[in-house]
C-alpha cells in the first residue's frame, strides 16, 4: 500500500448497514484505520440492524410528518416520542463505542426547528449529519457539515460548479475528514436532499473534489452481483464492469449504488470499488472507464424487468415513409408514455412500455396511431418482460447470442423479441413475464455455472 506522505486518497462511502451499530461502526473504524489513504469519510444515516427493523431516515420522515399534524390532532405517538427513539439509536451507538460525546444540544435544535416546521429534507438529512458527528469523534477526524460544502441551486437542483469549487478548496488543508452524505444547502441557507440512497452521490461528489485515486464504496454485499440473488441462488461477483455496463444493468434494475454516483468520478476516471464492511477481505466489484481486463465469464451481467406491453404496428413499405417512426413516436409523446425499448424490422416497428402506464390510455394510443400512420396492422402484446445480457466480452466471442437461444430452448422459454445493441454491448430479450426467472436462471447458468 501506498504511504500516506505519497498522497494516495481514498474517499469511502459507508452505507446505512454499514454503521447500524456500535458494532458497525467498529468494523468501519477498523477498515478505516488500515488503510493510510482512506482519508475522507462519507456516512449515511444508521440503517436497518435486522430486516424488520426501521431505517433513522424513515424514522426521520415519519417523525417530521407526526410533527406537521396540528397539535390538536390525537395521534399515536407524538413527534417528541419519535424524536427520542431515534435519540437512542444514536446514544446505543455512542455508548457502544465508549466515547464521551452527547447529541443533547443538537436534539433540542432539531426539536425547535421540528416545531418551526421547517423543512421534510431538512428533517432528514439529520440522520446522516448526527452520524457524521459521532464517526469524526470517534476518528478523530474533522467534522465537515455538507450545508457547508454541498450546494443546489434555487430549484433544488445540485449545482456541480459551485461545490467543486468550494469543496476543494475546502479540503485543500484537510488531511482527514468526516462528511456526512445526502444533503447540501440551497442559496437561501435550506437544507435540500438528494434523492433516496443519495449519499452515494456526495462520495462521488467529494472523491471528484479532492482527485481521489479511488472512490470505495462500503455496503452489505460483495460487490455488485451478476445476477439479482432472489432469483439466483449466491450469484458471483463481478470482478470489474465498465460505467456503460453498469448503466446498461442499472436501467434494467440492477440496483447497488444511486445512478447518479457514477457522474463526478466518472468525468476525472476515478474508479469505484464496492466493497463489503461484513467481509472487508473481499475484493468487490471495480467500476471502471475502459479496461483490458478480460471478463471472467463471456457476459458481465443479466438484469431484467417486467410487466411491459408491447405495441406492433405494421405497414407495407413503411421504410420509405419518410417520418413514419416519428409520428408513431409523437402518439406516445402525446399521451405523456415514455418509451422503454424500440426494436424494429422491415415494415414493422414495436414501441415497449410499461404496461401500467399505458393500459389506461391504450384506446387513445391505438386510435392516435391509425391516424397519425393509417397502418396496415396493429397488434398489443401484455405481460412482458425484458432481460438485458450485458458484457464487453460479448464483442468478441463469437455465437454468444446462439448460446443464449440455445440455453432458452432447453428451458421451454419462447423468446418474444431479440435486440442486440449496435455496441454488442448488450443483448436484450423478451419473454413473457412467467418465464422471466427461468430464462435469467437458463443465462446464468450457461455462461456462469457451467462455462461451455
Ligand atoms: N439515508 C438516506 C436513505 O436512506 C440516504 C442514504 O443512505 O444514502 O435514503
Known amino acids: 500500500m501506498e504511504a500516506y506522505g505519497n498522497k494516495m486518497k481514498k474517499v469511502v462511502k459507508f452505507g446505512g448497514s454499514s454503521l447500524a451499530s456500535a458494532e458497525q461502526f467498529q468494523k468501519a473504524g477498523r477498515i478505516i484505520r488500515k488503510d493510510e489513504a482512506r482519508r475522507y469519510v462519507i456516512p449515511s444515516a444508521p440503517g436497518k440492524r435486522f430486516p424488520k427493523d426501521t431505517k433513522v431516515t424513515d424514522m426521520l420522515y415519519s417523525c417530521y410528518k407526526q410533527a406537521m399534524l396540528e397539535e390538536d390532532e390525537d395521534t399515536e405517538e407524538s413527534f417528541e416520542e419519535l424524536l427520542l427513539k431515534i435519540k437512542e439509536r444514536y446514544d446505543d451507538i455512542i455508548k457502544g463505542l465508549s466515547l464521551s460525546l452527547s447529541l443533547d444540544k443538537e436534539f433540542q435544535i432539531i426539536r425547535e426547528n421540528f416545531s418551526k416546521k421547517i423543512g421534510r429534507d431538512y428533517a432528514a438529512s439529520r440522520g446522516e449529519y448526527l452520524n457524521g458527528i459521532i464517526m469524526a469523534a470517534y476518528l478523530g477526524y474533522e467534522f465537515i457539515d455538507a450545508a457547508e460544502v454541498i450546494f443546489f441551486d434555487e430549484n433544488g437542483s445540485f449545482d456541480a460548479k459551485k461545490t467543486d469549487a468550494v ?117 468487490g466489484t471495480f467500476i471502471v472507464e475502459a479496461t483490458c481486463q478480460k471478463p471472467r465469464f463471456t457476459i458481465t451481467g443479466i438484469a431484467g424487468k417486467k410487466d411491459f406491453a408491447s405495441i406492433t404496428v405494421e405497414k407495407a413499405m413503411m421504410n420509405s415513409e419518410v417520418g413514419f417512426c416519428k409520428r408513431v413516436l409523437e402518439v406516445f409523446e402525446q399521451n405523456n408514455i415514455s418509451i422503454e425499448h424500440m426494436p424494429s424490422g422491415i415494415d414493422t416497428m414495436t414501441i415497449f412500455v410499461h404496461q401500467d402506464e399505458f393500459e389506461e390510455k391504450e384506446q387513445q394510443v391505438i386510435a392516435g396511431i391509425h391516424r397519425a400512420v393509417e397502418p396496415d396492422f396493429l397488434e398489443l402484446e401484455s405481460d412482458l418482460a425484458l432481460i438485458a445480457v450485458v458484457g464487453r466480452g460479448m464483442r468478441a466471442t463469437r455465437g454468444t447470442s446462439g448460446r443464449i437461444f440455445s440455453a432458452l430452448a432447453h428451458a421451454n422459454v419462447n423468446v418474444k423479441m431479440i435486440d442486440q445493441g449496435s455496441s454488442e454491448l448488450n443483448i436484450i430479450i423478451g419473454v413473457r413475464n412467467h418465464d422471466f426467472d427461468s430464462a435469467i436462471e437458463a443465462i446464468y447458468d450457461i455462461f456462469v455455472t457451467t462455462q461451455v
Open 167 to 283: 469543496l476543494s478548496e475546502r479540503l485543500k488543508g484537510v488531511e482527514r475528514a468526516v462528511i456526512p452524505g445526502f444533503y447540501g444547502v440551497r442559496p437561501d441557507g435550506r437544507i435540500v436532499t438528494f434523492s433516496r440512497g443519495g449519499s452515494d452521490i456526495t462520495g462521488s461528489i467529494v472523491a471528484k473534489a479532492v482527485h481521489a485515486d479511488m472512490y470505495e464504496n462500503w455496503t452489505d454485499v460483495s460487490g455488485f452481483l451478476i445476477a439479482d440473488p432472489r432469483i439466483i441462488k449466491n450469484p458471483k461477483a463481478i470482478d470489474t464492469i465498465t460505467y456503460r455496463e453498469l448503466r446498461e444493468l442499472s436501467y434494467m434494475g440492477a440496483t447497488v449504488l444511486h445512478e447518479d454516483a457514477i457522474f463526478p468520478v466518472r468525468k476525472e476516471g476515478i474508479p469505484i470499488n464496492i466493497r463489503n464492511t461484513n467481509s472487508p477481505e473481499d475484493k
